[in-house]
């Protein structure tokens, strides 16, 4: 690394690593900082995790460099990024690339594979789409209320598969639903997402999700988790925008 946020790419992640592999490979593999995105407004390492004959590329987010927020308690958005992971791996999309909560070189934060988007997407382009990787993408995001999805916070990759990252402003009890992706609101749901919207609730409530949502949420704010996904599954439709909160992030990419 020759400055702050200058850095090579050296620990790109490796091809056909599974799920199952990343996640064991995040959460035991030695991490070793390359670099700092001086863009992000928490502190964000671009990190090597090295494991036996395994290495790959990720982010670390210490929960010791975010910074406050007036409306989220302190030192909560590491563990919100890994709560959005797993009701991500809940639902089958892989929206949120594997992600773990981990010790690291500056203490306790979230880790996360990277995802090298497809560098010849236009994003302005892509966020006026009507994908169905992106229309699954609206569903996951009012299910856990994320208060910002910027246009920057997509991933394209080139076989048309989208990635979500960036999700430490989540699963707030009130209704925080920022989004650029506002293409179907008010339109009825998909018949995928209505299945995978009534599995999500017997997860939360019966199954394994609920228990791990719980060692990483407030009881109010799993609880809220719950109604959300009732909430949709009642009207069978996508949300509208809210008359209370900003309906678009800023800046929007």
Not at 155 to 165: A, D
Not at 166 to 188: S, Y
Request: proline share 8%; with cysteine.
């Amino acid at each position: 690394m020759s400055a702050e946020g200058e850095f090579t790419l050296s620990a790109a992640p490796m091809a056909g690593l599974d799920d199952e592999t990343a996640l064991r490979l995040l959460r035991d593999g030695h991490l070793e900082v390359e670099g700092r995105l001086v863009e992000a407004s928490n502190m964000t390492l671009y990190c090597s995790v090295r494991l036996g004959g395994l290495s790959a590329a990720c982010v670390y987010k210490p929960v010791r460099g975010e910074r406050p927020l007036w409306d989220f308690p302190d030192g909560t958005l590491a563990a919100r990024e890994v709560a959005a992971f797993e009701v991500s791996a809940a639902t089958g999309w892989r929206i949120v690339p594997p992600t773990v909560y981990r010790d690291g070189p500056f203490g306790p934060g979230m880790c996360q594979m990277w995802i090298d988007a497809d560098p010849d997407a236009d994003l302005m382009v892509l966020i006026r789409s009507r994908q169905p990787s992106l229309r699954r993408m609206a569903v996951f995001d009012a299910v856990v209320n994320n208060a910002d999805r910027k246009g920057g916070h997509l991933l394209p990759l080139p076989g048309g598969h989208v990635h979500g990252v960036d999700h430490g402003v989540c699963f707030a009890t009130e209704n925080k639903l920022r989004t650029v992706l506002w293409q179907w609101r008010g339109k009825p749901l998909s018949r995928e997402a209505v299945n995978v919207l009534a599995r999500l609730e017997r997860d939360l409530e019966q199954g394994g999700l609920g228990r791990r949502l719980r060692e990483l949420l407030t009881p109010a704010e799993v609880q809220a988790t719950g109604e959300r996904v009732r909430r949709l599954l009642d009207t069978g439709l996508h949300p509208l925008p809210s008359q209370d909160w900003p309906a678009i992030p800023w800046p929007p990419i």
